[in-house]
């Protein structure tokens, strides 16, 4: 299914003890580019800009990274580290099938 400018597919994937959420925008044949949001900040920060790079024919995915956003929460400061982060972003890529 072909999606506009304003259609978004929202979903969730394992990564660990966790559960992490993302929304996809644009054509899946688009060239893809993965938002992620900074500390405090949920994918809400990147929508703008999702669909900006939409309208340039990009496929993007906003990720709401480890206790952010409809992402899982946890408790635990050690949970929270960039190379974590790191593993988060291609754990999506994976789970959309993306290279």
């Known amino acids: 299914m072909a999606k506009n400018l304003t259609s978004v597919t ?11 959420a993302y929304e996809d925008y644009g054509d899946p044949g688009g060239v893809p580019c993965l ?3 900074g500390v405090l900040l949920d994918a809400g920060v990147n929508r703008d800009l999702a669909r900006r790079f939409v309208g340039e ?33 291609i754990a999506c890529l994976d789970h959309l099938g993306i290279k």
């Open 10 to 20: 929202t979903g969730r994937f394992r990564c660990g003890p966790f559960e992490l």
């Open 35 to 37: 938002l992620m949001n």
């Open 57 to 89: 024919g990009y496929r993007v995915i906003l990720l709401d990274l480890l206790g952010h956003g409809a992402s899982d929460k946890t408790a635990d400061p050690s949970a929270h580290r960039v190379d974590f982060y790191a593993e988060h972003a």
